[in-house]
């Protein structure tokens, strides 16, 4: 028993558009005969090399302290201080933080305009 011939591209396994450029028949794959498989072809990754885990570091804790000597001395200074909230303090250490990770360490004016920020309201 033959197979039928491809609807599509009418047995010759090519087809052709408007601009004469000619390529394989996507219905029969240049076989020229109709296909015996459903319609679709499932393109779905099923190698093993497609499930394994992707590299993704491991997501690192946030830093909570300052990591240079002069970032740690200004932090605890600011925790010292009696003047200002708990929310302010969390707030200015994180700040501190920061300033450290863009600038590599704490500038002379930074601490400047930290310290002044701890100070107490002048009477």
Same mark, same amino acid.
């Given at each position: 028993?033959?197979?039928?011939? !491809?609807? @599509? !591209?009418?047995?010759?396994?090519?087809?052709?558009?408007? #601009? =004469?450029?000619?390529?394989?028949?996507? &219905? !029969?794959?240049? &076989?020229?005969?109709?296909?015996?498989?459903?319609? $679709?072809?499932?393109?779905?990754?099923?190698?093993?090399?497609?499930?394994?885990?992707?590299?993704? /570091? /491991?997501?690192?804790?946030? *830093?909570?302290? %300052?990591?240079?000597?002069?970032? =740690? *001395?200004?932090?605890?200074?600011?925790?010292? &201080?009696?003047?200002?909230?708990?929310?302010?303090?969390?707030?200015?250490?994180?700040? @501190? @933080?920061?300033?450290?990770?863009?600038?590599?360490? !704490?500038? *002379?004016? #930074? $601490?400047?305009?930290?310290?002044? *920020?701890?100070? %107490? %309201? /002048? %009477?």
């Amino acid at each position: 028993m033959m197979a039928e011939t !491809c609807g @599509i !591209c009418g047995g010759d396994g090519r087809i052709a558009n408007s #601009f =004469g450029n000619t390529t394989t028949c996507p &219905s !029969c794959h240049g &076989s020229g005969r109709r296909s015996d498989e459903g319609g $679709l072809r499932d393109v779905t990754k099923t190698k093993a090399s497609h499930h394994r885990p992707t590299n993704v /570091a /491991a997501v690192a804790e946030k *830093q909570t302290w %300052p990591s240079t000597l002069e970032g =740690g *001395q200004l932090a605890n200074e600011v925790r010292a &201080s009696a003047t200002v909230s708990n929310e302010t303090k969390a707030k200015l250490t994180r700040e @501190i @933080i920061e300033h450290e990770g863009s600038h590599g360490k !704490c500038t *002379q004016t #930074f $601490l400047k305009k930290i310290r002044k *920020q701890i100070r %107490p %309201p /002048a %009477p």
